[in-house]
């Protein structure tokens, strides 16, 4: 008991006293995964949008898909990746393996189906008298997306924000194509991973404190939107 207290003590010590090396390690996480769902975005929602308002066949086939792709775990995700990215793969010529735009490209794959099915759910419940009015008014058709998106930023930010969550909690892909290079793509969750195994709690105990207080944060922010959308409803 009296090891594990000294350990945690250890451990607020290196948060509180802002040790070098386990901030850079956090600095990089959010980086590459800001990164990740900054590029994902766009994409991600204007294939939700065009998955709730195009007429065309195969839109449940589609949707069923990525919500399959929902529960694939992340080192299946870093697998796929790492083979297409290794120097015998399709992709070896550009070295992307073991470099942090690896990492990025590896959390976009994870965090895309995620954007389109919760941005489809929340374009879904957008009213549908404001797609038709704006139609009738001759409104672009950019003009009418950023006013149905407008209309359910609550819920998009909601998905946006789970989204983050999920790629800057996972360690599969990141340890597969980042390799956990000091300084360079080692991130929180493969620094607590190699930590633990080395038998050096006191880095790993602070990194997931960062992590359960992100999670607090998201889920708070969470419950916020929850409550303004349920209050615009």
Same mark, same amino acid.
């Given at each position: ?5 000294? /350990? $945690? +003590? ?12 386990? *901030?850079?390690?956090? !600095? ?16 991600? %929602? ?22 399959? @792709? ?14 297409? !990215? &290794? =120097? ?40 549908? =008298?404001? *797609?038709?009015?704006? =139609?009738?008014?001759? #409104?672009?058709? *950019?003009?009418?997306? @950023? ?5 359910? =930023? ?33 991130? $929180? /969750?493969?620094? $607590? #991973? @190699?930590? &633990?195994?080395?038998?050096?709690? #006191? +880095?790993?105990?602070? %990194? ?10 998201? &889920? ?14």
């Amino acid at each position: 008991m009296e090891g594990l207290l000294s /350990t $945690i +003590q250890q451990a607020l010590q290196l948060l509180l006293y802002g040790d070098a090396e386990l *901030w850079a390690i956090v !600095l990089l996480s959010f980086s590459v995964s800001i990164k990740a769902i900054s590029l994902t975005t766009p994409l991600a %929602l204007l294939l939700a949008f065009s998955l709730a308002y195009g007429n065309y066949p195969g839109v449940r086939i589609i949707l069923a898909f990525f919500n399959s @792709l929902l529960s694939v775990p992340t080192v299946v995700v870093g697998l796929f990746l790492y083979v297409l !990215l &290794t =120097r015998q793969g399709p992709f070896g010529d550009l070295r992307l393996l073991f470099t942090q735009s690896a990492m990025v490209i590896g959390q976009m794959i994870l965090c895309f189906p995620i954007l389109v099915a919760l941005g489809y759910a929340a374009i879904q419940a957008a009213d549908v =008298r404001v *797609w038709e009015t704006a =139609r009738t008014l001759g #409104a672009p058709r *950019w003009y009418i997306i @950023l006013t149905i998106f407008y209309e359910v =930023r609550y819920g998009l930010l909601a998905a946006v924000l789970t989204g983050f969550g999920r790629v800057i909690s996972e360690v599969g892909i990141s340890m597969m194509v980042g390799g956990n290079i000091m300084g360079y793509t080692r991130n $929180i /969750t493969t620094a $607590i #991973a @190699l930590e &633990t195994s080395k038998g050096e709690f #006191a +880095q790993g105990i602070a %990194l997931g404190f960062v992590l359960l207080s992100l999670a607090f944060l998201l &889920t708070a922010l969470l419950s916020y939107i929850q409550s303004k959308n349920g209050g615009n409803t």
